[in-house]
């Protein structure tokens, strides 16, 4: 078993953690699910519903709400993670009929848009499996927290250093924010961390294509 990550009292304390109003991707496709969908089951065993505000993502948390902008014509829409999807290629959120109502985009069926994270899952009820969106021999980053205050994700990791997790963790800098990761795992291993973690009640983290870490903590 992976070591298991102890993190939530310190993401409690520190003031000020930043998982809302993060720009997650742009310029990614997104497409709508088609009429047929309606009244059957979702991933996270809900029963879809064309007239609610959700959508479907390969790996975002459940109930992760996500602020989608169509980039064609700047309207935006406030959908949650209730789904996995879309498993066609060049796609990256599949959403409901009213969520592609709002952006204009049924006559299109697609649109380029940008995924803006309002807020992340906080239920332990959200725990899925994670599975892997593309090829095994990808890696991948578990975010665990972003700041505004270097300091504050230092006390994080220092956290985590004196439970012994040292091999994994590491900084990445993005523009006004710092993130606290464990980074590089293996597809067949990204379960395991995730298991962990929502044994331990976390479920604010984000699961990624490997990215480039910009500093490891020493």
Do not use: C
């Amino acid at each position: 078993m992976k070591k298991i990550f102890l993190l939530a009292a310190v993401l409690f304390a520190l003031s000020t953690p930043v998982f809302a109003d993060y720009v997650y991707k742009s310029g990614v496709t997104a497409s709508y699910y088609a009429d047929k969908f309606h009244g059957r089951k979702t991933s996270n065993g809900e029963v879809f519903n064309m007239y609610a505000l959700t959508a479907a993502h390969k790996t975002l948390p459940f109930n992760t709400v996500v602020k989608v902008t169509n980039l064609a014509n700047g309207k935006s829409v406030t959908v949650r993670i209730n789904d996995r999807g879309p498993f066609v290629k060049g796609r990256e959120i599949d959403l409901s009929k009213a969520a592609a109502v709002k952006l204009d985009m049924i006559k299109s069926g697609t649109a380029k848009v940008k995924l803006t994270i309002v807020s992340s899952s906080t239920s332990s009820a959200s725990a899925q499996k994670w599975k892997d969106p593309g090829s095994a021999n990808k890696t991948w980053d578990i975010q665990l927290g972003a700041f505004t205050e270097r300091k504050n994700a230092e006390a994080l990791v220092k956290k985590l250093q004196a439970a012994g997790f040292r091999k994994y963790l590491a900084y990445q800098k993005s523009g006004k924010y710092t993130r606290v990761v464990i980074r590089d795992i293996a597809t067949d291993d990204v379960q395991d961390y995730l298991d962990a973690l929502e044994r331990k009640g976390f479920t604010d983290y984000f699961v990624r294509e490997r990215a480039k870490i910009k500093k490891s903590p020493e």
